[in-house]
């Protein structure tokens, strides 16, 4: 763990507005640098363009230590590298003084020009809810294009144009590629790498490896993204840590070091580009970090997400409905209001059915929006997609010996999924609804059918579902509508993914499942802001468990309920509360908006930056600490007492990552503020007093003047 001491003032996490992106040619005209204080890559112009430094601002390290092609592409089964420079010797390492004596392979596409500009949108937000402060897009920063010409062998009139952009205040630099065919004939694109990075290994890892163990302390990240809740699972098709054939001084005895980063997808796109047309690659983002320190990685993935994504901080408390009969939609709007929540779903189980074409579908949707809106509440359904199987001419087909991820599913490219599609923009145009729970997202399957008008056969059939599901949920953001997913959608416009949890676990006994609702919200939000996880509250018995697994009714059992509501709100994150109402009596109803009024006052803190203190285990206090050095409350410490008896305990709380140096105000709820004096780590010894089974909470404040 790296000293917190030792983070260079001023700290990027903190006060970001120093570090300015910015990109300069050479005085010669023979050097463009992109740069912004904490991450700069140089790239020589000639004889051909390539990256020949990589360097983290922060730290100090050159984290390059080969030249590599600034892309790959494979075009109608011929490969080629786009730029670069060869004839290095030694890739363990890269002397400046090397750098003039590279040469250009003639067989490579050549650089013609380039072109500097800011970054634009990666897709339309229409911003309807503003809960985040300081959110911005799209991002601020620089953009460089490097533009390369096929070689006359093999790929003559072809161009690749290759794009960076690098962030104010963030070390992270975005990367994709497009190509264009200048021929007057088709060319497929087969495979292709949009970046190739030699980068210093991590470890010396001597003893035999049959697969690489430690990759280098980079994030990396794409929009091509499917198929897990978290960043490294839901990528694993679109880049990996490969070996470096070149580096032959390296120390593993099978020279199979991760240490080369290859960005592409491990399968297709077999696309076909028509002559005067160009091809658009998906976007990835990498990330050093500047410390090995858990929570400040990934205090800097939350950044980066917030910069990128930043429709992820939306975070309306919404309420799951179990039915549709009857009433029990407008009841549920009216209970929505009177507490305070702002979002209505008709959750699975409820059934209403948006497939179901039928003009009584559309009206009841209409009626119960309008209605809805009257209110102040948005409203929103649920739809499954992939986790099922349609019929034998619709679902994907596989491979021998490969089974679908869900066990089976439609493919994305069948007249059935047409049809689908087309409902779903359908519907959400004319209904009202602005929600949409897409529950089994397109997981990655490949298929190998080749009667799917969608796509030709196996090769081309991952790239074309994904632009079909991607390009929906693209519309869906540009339009507003807000979009739970179980899976990490975030850089396609989806806006919460499950925070992670077991869904049997919630027909545990009730005082077992406010354990385990802050085990998960502690271990989900590592990487995840409080806002991008969803939660889980079973107000009426799910999958099992009886009467001690469930709320209802409310009224008997509000002790219980207030810990719920108190687990997730303070922590900052929204719960699925799933059952037919939000209160049952009048007291009820208070205990609900009053968790909800407290929740909303203090917004801000509590849906910024987590600090993982204590995790639950029912034994002891437990806590996490909300921290934004640009709010007036610097930070907010959530504190929970699992015990039968009142806890009364000093507390050591490190305060840095609120910005605050010497001293601090702080204040129990809402009494009176005293200040209290920083450690030399930004450490204080907090007293805190907390009820039996319920939680304390504390302000923190920047001194007064």
């Not at 230590?65 to 290095?88: S, Y």
């Not at 900052?572 to 059952?579: E, L």
Request: with cysteine; hydrophobic share 35%; charged share 25%.
């Amino acid at each position: 763990m790296v000293s917190l001491t030792a983070v260079p003032r001023p700290d990027w996490l903190l006060d970001s507005s120093p570090f300015r992106a910015r990109a300069e040619v050479s005085p010669d005209g023979s050097a463009v640098e992109l740069s912004n204080g904490l991450l700069r890559r140089t790239f020589r112009l000639g004889p051909n363009a390539a990256t020949v430094s990589l360097d983290n601002l922060v730290t100090g390290d050159s984290l390059l230590r080969g030249v590599k092609p600034e892309a790959v592409v494979e075009l109608d089964g011929h490969r080629f590298a786009v730029g670069g420079l060869v004839g290095q010797s030694n890739y363990a390492f890269l002397r400046p003084d090397w750098i003039a004596g590279l040469r250009s392979d003639p067989a490579a596409f050549q650089y013609v020009g380039h072109a500097l500009g800011v970054p634009r949108e990666r897709m339309a937000w229409k911003q309807v809810r503003h809960h985040a402060p300081d959110v911005q897009w799209p991002p601020a920063g620089v953009t460089l294009r490097l533009d390369f010409v096929g070689p006359s062998t093999g790929a003559s009139g072809m161009r690749v144009s290759v794009f960076y952009e690098l962030y104010d205040g963030l070390p992270c630099y975005s990367k994709w590629i497009t190509v264009s065919n200048g021929t007057d004939h088709v060319v497929r694109l087969d495979r292709f790498s949009s970046e190739v990075l030699a980068v210093v290994e991590r470890a010396s890892e001597v003893d035999e490896l049959s697969e690489g163990l430690t990759p280098p302390n980079v994030h990396v990240e794409t929009d091509m993204a499917f198929g897990g809740m978290v960043a490294a699972g839901a990528n694993r098709h679109s880049y990996r840590w490969l070996p470096d054939p070149e580096f032959h001084t390296q120390v593993n005895y099978e020279k199979r070091t991760p240490c080369l980063l290859d960005v592409g997808p491990d399968l297709g796109p077999a696309q076909d580009i028509a002559p005067g047309a160009t091809w658009e690659s998906y976007h990835a983002w990498v990330m050093p970090f500047d410390s090995t320190d858990r929570e400040r990685s990934g205090l800097a993935i939350r950044r980066l997400y917030r910069t990128i994504a930043p429709w992820v901080t939306e975070n309306p408390l919404m309420m799951h409905l179990v039915t549709s009969r009857g009433d029990a939609v407008t009841n549920a709007i009216d209970q929505c209001a009177a507490v305070g929540f702002e979002m209505l779903i008709l959750s699975f189980g409820s059934g209403f059915n948006l497939e179901k074409e039928d003009p009584k579908t559309l009206e009841f949707a209409r009626n119960v929006s309008a209605y809805a809106h009257g209110k102040g509440i948005e409203i929103g359904s649920y739809s499954l997609l992939a986790s099922r199987s349609i019929s034998a001419e619709d679902d994907v087909v596989m491979p021998v010996g490969k089974t679908p991820v869900f066990g089976h599913s439609p493919c994305l490219g069948s007249r059935w999924a047409t049809n689908y599609f087309r409902r779903l923009y359908d519907f959400h145009r004319d209904s009202g609804f602005t929600l949409l729970e897409h529950d089994g997202s397109y997981p990655g399957d490949f298929c190998a059918g080749t009667q799917h008008p969608g796509h030709h056969g196996l090769e081309d059939s991952r790239w074309n579902q994904w632009r079909e599901i991607s390009e929906f949920y693209r519309w869906c953001r540009a339009q507003g509508y807000y979009l739970n997913v179980p899976d990490h959608y975030f850089l396609e416009g989806s806006n919460k993914d499950g925070m992670g949890y077991r869904e049997v676990n919630w027909s545990l006994p009730r005082d077992e499942q406010v354990i385990h609702t802050r085990q998960n919200i502690f271990d989900g939000t590592w990487q995840k802001t409080p806002s991008m996880g969803w939660m889980f509250v079973p107000l009426t018995e799910y999958q099992g468990g009886g009467a001690a697994a469930t709320i209802e009714p409310l009224d008997q059992h509000l002790d219980h309920y207030r810990r719920m509501l108190e687990s997730n709100l303070a922590l900052g994150v929204q719960a699925c509360y799933r059952g037919p109402r939000l209160f049952d009596t009048e007291r009820t109803r208070a205990l609900v908006r009053s968790e909800v009024d407290w929740f909303k006052k203090y917004r801000d803190i509590l849906e910024s930056d987590v600090i993982h203190g204590r995790r639950a285990d029912a034994r002891d206090l437990d806590w996490m600490l909300h921290v934004n050095p640009r709010l007036k409350e610097r930070g907010l410490l959530a504190v929970f007492n699992p015990l039968d008896r009142p806890v009364s305990r000093s507390l050591r709380v490190n305060l840095y990552y609120t910005g605050l140096g010497e001293t601090a105000r702080v204040r129990a709820g809402e009494g009176a503020p005293r200040e209290i004096r920083l450690d030399r780590d930004y450490s204080v010894d907090l007293p805190v007093e907390v009820p039996a089974q319920g939680m304390a909470w504390y302000v923190i404040e920047a001194p007064t003047p």
